[in-house]
């Protein structure tokens, strides 16, 4: 029994965190950047503590008639939704890589500066994963996974802060805003396939395996890219691929293999140059 669609379930806390530059509507990996012909995965956020979502309130309008309230009207978000990140890892080279800053190594040290200039990482995907229990007639305490994407997220490193003696003392804290798109990151508009004309991230997607994403450029001739993750199985539930938006075949377009975590493309399937390929994969968890 699965719980893939499950509709009700016990959320647990965030146990994987992962976040790509965009180029256009599509992660690109850390750097932003991918020439044809190459690929790029997720980078995992880890030591992740928190995300703390904030949706603005609406607003009231009164009319005032006669020294009185005499009607009004209530208008909705007019303020896009916010949340705080907390980090208890540091990696030096997923910021430097995000915030567009050189590290500089000279065989003892990796440097990297921070200024006021380079605070803000703008145009990123976030993807979260938890795991959860079902609470559906039939599969009530049925493990599985939660999932939630934030299509555009903008990250301001607020500062760090450095306290007590355990290994969770020091934590760097972002703001975030999440920006509303029309297309998700896979390239399907909104307004097409989910009934919405806009969104800020997508509700708690229900599988039966955490979810991260991965990016391929076609260059015409490559057969193959090779998944950071093990794929969950090896058919379309755990490895969908959308080519510029259009959802492919398993097996008529591709197949993607668990042993050596690589999609293939069939004969007649090769991207052409420039097509850009991406899968939102479920993934094997580890312990």
Not at 16 to 24: D, P, R
Not at 40 to 63: C, D, K, V
Not at 164 to 174: Q, Y
Request: hydrophobic fraction near 40%.
């Amino acid at each position: 029994m699965t719980v893939v669609g499950d509709d009700k379930a016990l959320l647990g806390p965030v146990e994987y965190a992962w976040i790509a530059k965009k180029s256009g509507v599509y992660p690109y990996g850390i750097t932003g950047t991918i020439a044809n012909g190459a690929d790029a995965g997720m980078a995992r956020a880890t030591g992740f503590t928190e995300l703390a979502e904030s949706i603005p309130a609406g607003s009231q309008t009164n009319a005032i008639g006669d020294n009185r309230v005499i009607g009004g009207f209530r208008q909705g978000q007019t303020e896009l939704p916010t949340a705080t990140l907390g980090f208890i890892v540091f990696d030096h080279t997923i910021v430097a890589a995000l915030a567009s800053s050189t590290i500089y190594t000279d065989g003892a040290y990796d440097i990297s500066w921070r200024s006021q200039s380079c605070l803000t990482i703008a145009n990123c995907v976030l993807v979260v994963n938890g795991r959860m229990k079902s609470q559906d007639s039939g599969a009530v305490n049925l493990p599985g996974w939660w999932t939630k994407i934030y299509p555009d997220v903008e990250l301001i490193q607020e500062g760090s802060t450095y306290s007590g003696t355990s290994a969770e003392s020091v934590l760097t804290n972002f703001a975030v805003t999440m920006n509303e798109v029309d297309t998700t990151p896979w390239g399907e508009l909104i307004t097409t396939n989910y009934d919405q004309t806009y969104g800020y991230s997508t509700r708690p997607i229900i599988a039966d395996n955490p979810i991260t994403m991965h990016t391929y450029i076609g260059d015409g001739t490559n057969t193959t890219f090779v998944l950071d993750e093990t794929p969950s199985a090896e058919d379309v539930a755990a490895v969908p691929i959308w080519e510029d938006g259009v959802k492919l075949t398993y097996t008529t377009d591709y197949t993607a293999a668990i042993a050596t975590k690589t999609v293939t493309y069939e004969a007649g399937s090769i991207p052409a140059a420039a097509a850009v390929d991406v899968t939102a994969y479920q993934f094997t968890a580890g312990c």
